[in-house]
Structures are given as structure tokens and as C-alpha cells.
């Protein structure tokens, strides 16, 4: 019967009584700061493995394919393909992932493109060490777990139209304050064209002004450098 592995002495404990195999995790930042603090966060459960780690979209799933965790924590936004980009690879290739979702931010939409995506989990990153014990443990089990609310938000909504590229760069440079024919000169379109775009994401969105749009903008974690 195999023993259950100590990351304190590196080796086996032989004191576990139920003989237990480690619960192998991989964590994903790009920050190699966070990674060793999350180290250190779960390295005092003596019965869990750090069996990878990865910065960046690419490499997770390089590391998934090598290592095959029992579960991974993974960040939701790296320089390059996002966290869920990478969920959304693994999961392609190994439906019976189980990953959850590290992230600064809450917002609606990263959190439904999550559980779209087959996120076990999402939670901040400033979650509470045995809460994210717990976590783990639950989504090793096959729980799942998301922000209060969500879930039952998330199987009453109605489908969502996404809004474009363009119609994303349309809704940032309205944020900075950029008139129709400022958007016009940046995107190099006509300011007809701004107009119609600006004219599609209020409807996309469901508000009725562009102010309401940058609000649901911000809402949802539609623009990448908040």
C-alpha cells in the first residue's frame, strides 16, 4: 500500500494510518512571487504534492500533459492567452480536468466564461488559507465551487451576444473619453462606423447610453488592463 507523501521531509509519511496517495496539484502564474506563496499556503497539508508549476498558457498545458494534477490552480489573467484560453486546451484534451480559477477580480463575465469553459472553481486570490484547503479538497472530491450568487445567475441568464474585437476597442477608447470621430481617427474607420458600433454594444450590453456601457463594462471585466 503506498504512503502518503510529506512535503515537509520530501518522502513518505509512514505515521498515515489510512496509507493515502498525495493529492498533486500545479499551479499556473506568471508571477513567480504568487506561485511560491501558494507554495506556501498548501505546503502545510502533508498530504499535498506541488508536482508543477507554469507561467503562461502554453506551458500549462505542456505541464498538464506531463504531470496530469489532480487538480490545478490557475490564474486568470497572463500576458498572452488568458487562464481560461488555457482551461479551455486542457479541457479539450482531458474533459475530467479539474481546475479552478485564481483571480484579483470577480467580475460577471470572466466568471461565466469560466464556468462556460468547465471551471471547477473560481475564487480571489486573496482567499483565506483553509478556505482554499477546503477548496481543493472539494473539487479533488468532484465539487464544484464559484462567487455566491453566481451560479444561480449563471443558469437563469439568457444568452449573452458577445461584443467583437472591434466593438471591445470601440467600448475601451469610449472609456477614455474619446469622442466618435476621436474613436474614428484611433480605429481608422468613419465616424459612421463608430456610431454603428457604439450603437451595437449598447444593445449587446442592454443599456441605453455610453456611460451605462462603460459601467456594464467594468461590470462584466471587459476591459483587459483593469
Do not use: C, W
Not at 493529492?23 to 504534492?49: A, K, P
Not at 487562464?83 to 484534451?93: F, T, W, Y
Not at 481543493?136 to 439568457?158: D, I, K, N
Not at 474619446?178 to 443599456?207: P, R, Y
Request: charged share 30%; no cysteine; net charge neutral.
Amino acid at each position: 500500500m503506498k504512503k502518503a507523501y510529506d512535503l515537509q521531509t520530501g518522502g513518505v509519511d509512514e505515521n498515515d494510518p489510512m496509507g493515502r496517495n498525495p493529492l498533486r496539484l500545479m499551479l499556473v502564474d506568471d508571477h513567480s512571487m504568487v506561485r511560491m506563496g501558494f507554495v506556501t499556503l498548501l505546503g502545510t497539508e502533508r498530504d499535498f504534492e506541488i508536482v508543477a508549476e507554469a507561467e503562461d498558457a502554453a506551458q500549462a498545458l505542456e505541464m498538464y500533459r506531463i504531470h496530469r494534477p489532480d487538480v490545478t490552480l490557475m490564474d486568470a489573467k497572463m500576458p498572452g492567452e488568458s487562464g481560461i484560453d488555457a482551461l479551455r486546451k486542457i479541457r479539450r484534451e482531458f474533459p475530467g480536468a479539474r481546475v479552478i480559477i485564481l483571480t484579483t477580480y470577480d467580475f460577471e463575465e470572466p466568471v461565466f466564461a469560466a464556468m462556460e469553459a468547465g471551471a471547477a472553481g473560481y475564487v480571489l486570490k486573496s482567499v483565506k488559507r483553509d478556505e482554499l484547503v477546503a477548496l481543493v479538497r472539494r473539487v479533488h472530491s468532484g465539487g464544484r465551487r464559484f462567487p455566491a450568487g453566481m451560479a444561480e445567475r449563471f443558469a437563469r441568464r439568457q444568452p449573452r451576444e458577445k461584443l467583437s474585437p472591434r466593438e471591445l476597442e470601440t467600448l475601451d477608447l469610449v472609456r477614455r473619453g474619446f469622442s466618435n470621430k476621436d474613436i474614428g481617427s484611433a480605429l481608422g474607420v468613419s465616424e459612421n462606423t463608430v456610431k454603428a458600433h457604439v450603437k451595437s454594444i449598447l444593445q449587446k450590453l442592454g443599456v441605453g447610453d455610453r456611460a451605462e456601457a462603460v459601467a456594464a463594462g467594468f461590470e462584466r471585466g471587459l476591459f483587459k488592463d483593469v
